[in-house]
């Protein structure tokens, strides 16, 4: 672990496409979701925190109580909220709060972005991705990110990484007593590699439910460990010591 450094873990749940190839509105057309929802995970142990989540999964593997549900199709290798049963989901939810980190969400409503943002996904993302991690990357001399990605596609990542930095870099000119001289680093990883990147799914996951598709079950759980949700498209702005809850 080094010194005086955090590792953020980040992932959606929402797709950022809003038009087809051939110009039609599938949001509109119930074809695409209407919310985009990013989650980023903070630790300053990344290796201890692996080790929990490792742990706790393997102990969920010898849970009584879950054995009927675990077969040759669903093993539980790694965790993944939108394939992971309801008595899990619950479970690992529970064990989040427990644990040492720091939750941020952003809540994107896809329709009222700026039109340029609507018909690129790529950059629709990029920059969501930015609005969320500008701050949170100065909080301490060395950062590193690790993007949950299912792709490889070295254009993709590029592309991800120039929209997080162009954001970063306008709110340190803006925000000139900001911890400036950083090292920062960004890594690809499947969410699978990482419990970190399981807990960003999971977070993500659940915010989306709630926007998207008004479940709160699992919400209910955790709300109080999120540390704070933007809804920037509204222009809200939630934190946990604030006395109230957007959700």
Known sequence: MKPNAQY????????????????????LNGKATKFLVLSAIRSNDQLTLQQKVTEFRLSLLKDS???????????????????????????????????????????????????PL??????????????LLRNLIHQVPNTEIIFSRKDSKLQLRNGLVTEVESSRLEYVRTHPK????????????????????????????????????????YYEIIKD???AIHDICNRKFYTKNSGTRYL
């Open 118 to 131: 609507q018909q690129n996904p790529g950059k629709l993302y990029g920059v969501m991705a930015g609005q």
């Open 65 to 115: 109580s879950l054995l009927s549900i675990f077969s040759t199709a669903y093993g539980l290798d790694s965790f993944h909220a939108q394939t992971d049963y309801p008595q899990v989901k619950e479970k690992f939810l529970a064990f989040i709060t427990t644990l040492d980190v720091r939750i941020d969400v952003l809540i994107v409503e896809k329709l009222k972005c700026h039109v």
């Open 178 to 217: 900001l911890k400036s001289n950083i090292t920062l680093n960004y890594q690809h990883n499947p969410h699978y590699t990482h419990g970190g990147l399981q807990i960003a799914d999971y977070i993500a996951h659940v915010i989306y439910q709630v926007c998207e598709n008004g479940k709160r079950n």
């Open 225 to 227: 460990k999120i540390g």
């Open 8 to 27: 953020i873990f980040f992932d959606e749940s929402g797709k950022p496409e809003i038009y087809s190839s051939k110009g039609t509105n599938l949001v």
